[in-house]
């Protein structure tokens, strides 16, 4: 890691052990000569038993692109589990330490992007805001957001050298964060129960191909069923069994595109209990079955 930058608050990263959980294979400052933006890509180790990651001022994007692993957080005195899996985005909450440890599957990838936290305040401030809720900001970033992780990927594998290109990409992302998942100035602060609801689809989504029960979600939210229930359906249209049937499908095509997996293997990736009841709910949520999606 370099330390010596103007434009990102990276010392806290000083005494950090990078060595022994990840290998560094890309760098933008290094390798584009970059100022305005930090990009990097890392292969990391398949277990790790504890990790404390420190607590830095600016924007943290994390990205997996390769492997699986049961990563567990603790914040708040609580472990916290959610599934690594390529494509699910998480922002790190500025200025919070988080202790963490997971088991993967030897394959790990990710593409990491570091905001320098001034662009991310003069860009509010020329929005209009005066302050930004960034945890608010990194529970909406955890419920999905397809144009980020593609933006993301595509700084992730840019080659171009010069800072303009990385200025003007901390640009765009600072506005999107803020326009996308950051309430606008004067709007009403989300309700505790909207917060929950979006925890709840972030606890879903990392959690696809295990057999959740309601009282699993309700459990980590801290509601109770009932609650839940209620206030997801208020929240979203739709009850959390049919939500959570929806992303597990909305996975399933993301396979089907992006792979050569069988039905059969697909299936319990997405938390189906075989390829038979996949392709029931694939045929009721987009009116194809699985092969009619996949050969068109």
């Known amino acids: 890691m370099v330390f010596d930058s103007a434009h990102f608050d990276l010392q806290p990263y000083a005494g950090f052990a990078m060595d022994s959980y990840v290998r560094r294979t890309h760098c933008s400052w290094e ?64 200025d919070r330490s988080v202790l963490r440890r997971y088991r993967g599957d030897g394959s790990m990838r990710s593409v990491q992007v570091h905001i320098p936290r001034g662009t991310v305040e003069r860009t509010a401030a020329q929005l209009g805001s005066c302050e930004v809720d960034y945890e608010s900001m990194a529970a909406s970033v955890a419920t999905g957001d397809p144009l980020l992780v593609e933006a993301v990927r595509a700084v992730g594998s840019a080659e171009e050298t ?47 191909a295990e057999p ?12 109770s069923v009932f609650h839940l229930v209620r206030v997801f359906r208020r929240a979203t249209g739709q009850t ?15 396979l089907l595109r992006e792979t050569g997996f069988t039905v059969a293997r697909i299936a ?20 194809v079955r699985p092969s009619a999606y996949r050969n068109s």
């Open 212 to 223: 959740l029960t309601l009282a699993d979600v309700a459990d980590e939210v801290h509601l």
């Open 31 to 94: 390798d584009a000569d970059w100022q305005s933006l930090l990009v990097q890509r890392f292969h990391h180790v398949p277990v790790v038993e504890s990790m404390e990651l420190p607590a830095a001022a600016d924007l943290h994007l994390i990205l997996p692109v390769a492997g699986r692993a049961v990563l567990e957080t603790r914040t708040d005195g609580h472990w916290h589990r959610r599934t690594w899996t390529p494509g699910h985005l998480e922002l790190a909450v500025p």
């Open 162 to 208: 010069g800072d303009l290109y990385a200025e003007a990409s901390a640009a765009f992302l600072a506005v999107h964060l803020l326009t996308r998942h950051s309430r606008a100035p004067g709007r009403r602060a989300p309700a505790r129960e909207d917060a929950r609801v979006r925890a709840a689809i972030a606890f879903m989504r990392d959690r696809l």
């Open 240 to 254: 959390p069994h049919r939500y959570l049937t929806h992303l597990r499908v909305e996975e399933a095509e993301r």
């Open 268 to 287: 319990p990736l997405c938390g189906f209990a075989d390829p038979g009841a996949l392709s029931t709910a694939f045929l009721r949520h987009t009116g």
